[in-house]
T-cell receptor, first 112, second 114 residues
Framework: DAKTTQPTSMDCAEGRAANLPCNHS???????VYWYRQIHSQGPQYIIH???NNETNEMASLIITEDRKSSTLILPHATLRDTAVYYC?????????????FGKGTKLSVIP | DVKVTQSSRYLVKRTGEKVFLECVQD?????MFWYRQDPGLGLRLIYF???????EKGDIPEGYSVSREKKERFSLILESASTNQTSMYLC?????????????FGPGTRLTVL
């Protein structure tokens, strides 16, 4: 039962910003938005997470709309090594919560 | 950075064999997970453990068992491997602290059952 909707695939020119959208219209107040990515034949890699404020780290920025029904992951200067499947996940993070449910994600191709 | 290692990247076994997949993490994490990943189906949770000797079934536990005798090690066991268990197996770990959100994944084991 998917809680998020992402485009199947996207292209981005090398050096440009990659903006990956995610819809999560049924998100509840105590659920976080997480982003992971999976480079071919490797395990998923954590990127960033947020509750309602925008977040930035060394890998990416996360913009969450005020109503929290959608978010955008921004890779500011995409490189060829950013080619991967990107997963947007909504999950509760309190005590007793364990599961992350991965959907199909967005396949991002960074083009030289 | 957390390091999660898995015993093999590639494994080929025969139908009916008993298969052990080992996972070790080096960050003293309480929670550990086993997923399998198949094309078109995404990642599906098989089992997880929230402490030593504790285990809980995930979404698809049938045909699998697990063992957690030490905090850093979580083993997935296929008692009698079948061809429909050919898949990529991913281990993950996470701190048990309240509010902790990140799961750290290993590189995966691609298992082929002939």
């Amino acid at each position: 039962d998917a809680k998020t909707t992402q485009p199947t695939s996207m292209d981005c020119a090398e050096g440009r910003a990659a903006n990956l959208p995610c819809n999560h219209s049924t998100i509840s107040g105590n659920e976080y938005v997480y982003w992971y990515r999976q480079i071919h034949s490797q395990g998923p890699q954590y990127i960033i997470h947020g509750l309602k404020n925008n977040e930035t780290n060394e890998m990416a920025s996360l913009i969450i709309t005020e109503d929290r029904k959608s978010s955008t992951l921004i890779l500011p200067h995409a490189t060829l090594r950013d080619t991967a499947v990107y997963y947007c996940i909504v999950a509760y993070s309190g005590a007793g919560s364990y599961q992350l449910t991965f959907g199909k994600g967005t396949k991002l191709s960074v083009i030289p | 950075d957390v390091k999660v290692t898995q015993s093999s990247r590639y494994l080929v076994k025969r139908t009916g064999e008993k298969v052990f997949l080992e996972c070790v993490q080096d960050m003293d994490h309480e929670n550990m997970f086993w997923y399998r990943q198949d094309p078109g189906l995404g990642l599906r949770l098989i089992y997880f453990s929230y402490d030593v000797k504790m285990k809980e079934k995930g979404d698809i536990p049938e045909g699998y068992s697990v063992s957690r005798e030490k905090k850093e090690r979580f083993s997935l066991i296929l008692e009698s491997a079948s061809t429909n268990q050919t898949s990529m197996y991913l281990c993950a770990s996470r701190s048990g602290a309240s509010g902790s959100v990140k799961q750290f994944f290993g590189p995966g084991t691609r298992l082929t059952v002939l």
